[in-house]
Nanobody
Framework: QVQLVESGGGLVQAGGSLRLSCAAS????????MGWFRQAPGKEREFVAT???????????DYAGSVKGRFTISRDNAKNTVYLQMNSLKPEDTAVYYC??????????????????WGQGTQVTVSS
């Protein structure tokens, strides 16, 4: 079992910044592809960002077009934590944000069905 716990959500004005954290249990964190997804009321869960497992110096990342250039995903394997730095926030970024772990993908994954474990979510609200 892997437990994922998100934190760092809250209320922020448009144009502001927020940093989300996802803490994972266990000692195999470095072997998982990690991802961030979000879900607004009445909408399907959508891909936000993903980061590859880090076996060496190369780390691969991918972002949804709507957040590219504004959001940054990173990981600290020593702390079993993945982060999502969100800058230049917009009201349309308002959603519950979920952290997820993928045991099988080769590099990165934007498909929610590839993820094996999910956190409980943290609310992000951006006011205009």
């Amino acid at each position: 079992q892997v437990q994922l716990v998100e934190s760092g959500g809250g209320l922020v004005q448009a144009g502001g910044s927020l940093r989300l954290s996802c803490a994972a249990s266990g000692r195999t964190f470095s072997s998982y592809v990690m991802g961030w997804f979000r879900q607004a009321p009445g909408k399907e869960r959508e891909f936000v960002a993903t980061i590859s497992r880090s076996g060496g110096s190369l780390v691969y990342v991918d972002y949804a077009g709507s957040v590219k250039g504004r959001f940054t995903i990173s990981r600290d394997n020593a702390k079993n934590t993945v982060y999502l730095q969100m800058n230049s926030l917009k009201p349309e970024d308002t959603a519950v944000y979920y952290c997820a772990a993928d045991m099988r993908s080769a590099r990165t994954s934007s498909w929610p069905g590839s993820y094996d474990y999910w956190g409980q979510g943290t609310q992000v609200t951006v006011s205009s």
